[in-house]
Nanobody, 127 residues
């Protein structure tokens, strides 16, 4: 499994940023995929996740400004996207795309299950 993020960079507060992620070589059946963020002084934080049944979950208070989407590109490849609107400096950090291996039908995906990670893409929001 290979994961690669793109789309990070510098953005002014109030603007928006769209991140992309490609997950390739992925053939698990019961899994989760998601977006995570790390920033200085803060623990890794989940932003959104997709379940293998196609459903989507946003973490905490992210829903109002964050929109996540995913498409199945075929040939064991998925594309995920993360749109953040009205960004503020607290949105700065490194954003990671991650996926689990097969966790079994109906089982909840714990954060520790996310074993496939991309290298991350940096977002810097200036005020």
């Amino acid at each position: 499994v290979q994961i690669a993020e793109s789309g990070g960079g510098s953005v002014q507060a109030g603007g928006s940023v769209r991140l992309s992620c490609t997950v390739s070589g992925f053939s698990h059946q019961h899994y989760c995929m998601g977006w995570f963020r790390t920033s200085p002084g803060w623990e890794r934080e989940e932003v959104a996740r997709f379940l293998s049944d196609g459903s989507k979950r946003y973490a905490g208070s992210q829903m109002r400004r964050v929109s996540a989407s995913r498409d199945n590109a075929g040939d064991k490849r998925f594309n995920m996207y993360l749109q953040i609107s009205n960004v503020n400096p607290e949105d700065s950090g490194t954003y990671y795309c991650a996926a689990t291996a097969d966790v079994g039908r109906g089982r909840h995906c714990y954060t520790s299950d996310f074993g496939y990670w991309g290298p991350g893409t940096q977002v810097s929001v200036s005020s």
